[in-house]
């Protein structure tokens, strides 16, 4: 069974179809790269899997259930989705990775928190820093940290290295196979085309709001 699968799709804003007739299956573990021109409707693809909106014709199942029967607070614990800017509030880093603890009534995890601050290059030491001192790069990797403290079974990545230099590139990019190697499903939106092949095995491309092939690469 598919973990999320498209069954002709479309999604439409006023007279606009910004997507038309997908369909498309995405198995559990599967890494995937979007491309596509800009416009074609890559973004509009990742919302409609987490359910940020909905299709206005066609049927999206997620583990085999309608997107539409299930409670999107609910689904979005299972599909963490991370902006190309990343949103942070607040203070502090403290602040910020303390809030999924705190939705959830749960004590903050230290441990599981220090372990993803060193996979992504950064120490314990930075939890009091003030987010209006962190790097374009910084904030990118907190605003992810923030999603993985509780483990999604999809990540849904909108080109969130184009503002990155090369150094902090690779740390999200290594990070990201790692979580990939431990089960989780990766879409990754990307105009990258070296970073498009570099670690996914499946390339779909999306051009005019209708996918043009969805290419094997491993």
């Given at each position: 069974m598919s973990q999320i699968e498209f069954?002709?799709?479309?999604?439409?804003?006023?007279?606009?179809?910004i997507l038309r007739d997908i369909s498309v299956q995405i198995d559990a573990g599967d890494y995937i790269s979007i491309v596509g021109p800009s416009g074609s409707g890559k973004s509009t693809f990742l919302k409609l899997c987490c359910h940020l909106i909905s299709p206005t014709e066609g049927i999206l199942l997620v583990n085999g259930t309608n997107i539409m029967q299930q409670n999107p607070i609910e689904l979005r614990k299972?599909?963490?989705y991370c902006f190309q800017t990343p949103l942070l509030f607040g203070d502090t880093i403290e602040e910020n990775l303390n809030y999924p603890y705190l939705i959830r009534n749960q004590k903050m995890d230290s441990d599981r928190i220090n372990m993803l601050l060193s996979r992504f290059n950064m120490g314990p030491d930075c939890l009091n820093q003030n987010i209006k001192n962190l790097s374009g790069g910084e904030k990118q990797r907190i605003a992810l940290i923030r999603i993985l403290l509780f483990k999604p079974e999809v990540l849904l990545l909108d080109e969130i290295t184009s503002a990155l230099d090369i150094d902090n590139t690779e740390i999200v990019e290594k990070?990201?196979?790692?979580?990939?190697?431990?089960?989780?499903t990766i879409l990754w939106v990307t105009h990258n085309p070296a970073q498009s092949r570099k670690y996914a095995d499946k390339l779909l491309t999306i051009d005019n709001g209708q996918i043009k092939s969805l290419e094997m690469l491993k």
């Open positions: 069954q002709h799709v479309t999604y439409q804003a006023g007279e606009k179809a299972k599909i963490g990070a990201i196979q790692i979580l990939n190697g431990e089960g989780i």
